[in-house]
């Protein structure tokens, strides 16, 4: 079974761009997780995307935006990037059980996003 | 906002050692979940804990679920030198988001 698949790995973009990342999760999951990654404010989460729904949300400014396909594959997109928007974006994936539980989440390799 | 205290930041090992990092939270957790993180990789899961109280085995690592929901311990027996990295717990809320704790860098005693 193919694990969850993040692409591009690296990524290095300037002040003000936009940028979108993307996550294919295992197969059979259907909820989809993103999170931030950095030194000085470690893993951070981002939102979590369900039946191409948005379940929940973190405490990410209206920058941080993302959106899930049919096939459940997921994109998050970061507009007017920002020096401090440089970190690792990890993707993850869960099985959902009833009652809207979701299992242990499995992470991609993540992309390394540098803004200059 | 939840927060988890992961202890001890780093430790050094020593090969053949046995470790042990603990976290804690004011909040009570569904799931606890450890992970292994490795340079310029995601977390890789080790172990995920659903039940208080529960004791879970991965080979040479053990973890258990606390009775309170809100703690949690991971041991490593006899710890080999690709055992270095970083290692976080997470616990998980029902709505499925993680909550991270900051890691335990593990190295090697020089």
């Known amino acids: 079974k193919a694990g969850v698949t993040q692409t591009p790995r690296y990524l290095i973009k300037t002040r003000g761009q936009q940028v979108t990342l993307s996550c294919s999760p295992i197969?059979?999951?259907?909820?989809v997780s993103w999170y931030q990654q950095t030194p000085g404010q470690g893993l951070q989460f981002l939102f979590e995307?369900?039946?191409?729904?948005?379940?929940n949300k973190g405490n990410f400014p209206g920058r941080f935006s993302g959106r899930q396909f049919s096939n459940s594959r997921s994109e998050m997109n970061v507009s007017t990037l920002e020096l401090g928007d440089s970190a690792l974006y990890l993707c993850?994936?869960?099985?959902?059980?009833?009652?809207?539980?979701?299992?242990?989440?499995?992470f991609g390799q993540g992309t390394r996003l540098t803004v200059v | 906002g939840q927060q988890l205290n992961q202890s001890p930041q780093s430790m050094f090992i020593q090969e053949g050692e046995d470790v042990s990092m603990n976290c804690t939270s004011s909040s009570i957790f569904n799931t606890w979940l450890w992970y292994k993180q490795d340079p310029g990789e995601g977390p890789v899961l080790l172990i995920a804990l659903y039940k208080a109280g529960e004791l879970t085995s991965n080979g040479r690592l053990t973890a258990q679920f606390g009775i309170t929901r809100k703690d949690s311990f991971l041991n490593i027996s006899a710890s080999i030198p690709s055992d270095v990295g970083i290692y976080f717990c997470?616990?998980?809320?029902?709505?499925?988001?993680?909550?991270f704790g900051k890691g335990t860098k593990l190295s090697v005693k020089p």
């Open positions: 997470a616990g998980q809320l029902r709505q499925g988001n993680l909550i």
């Open positions: 993850a994936s869960s099985f959902t059980r009833g009652k809207g539980m979701n299992t242990e989440a499995f």
């Open positions: 197969s059979g999951h259907r909820s």
């Open positions: 995307y369900f039946s191409e729904t948005q379940r």
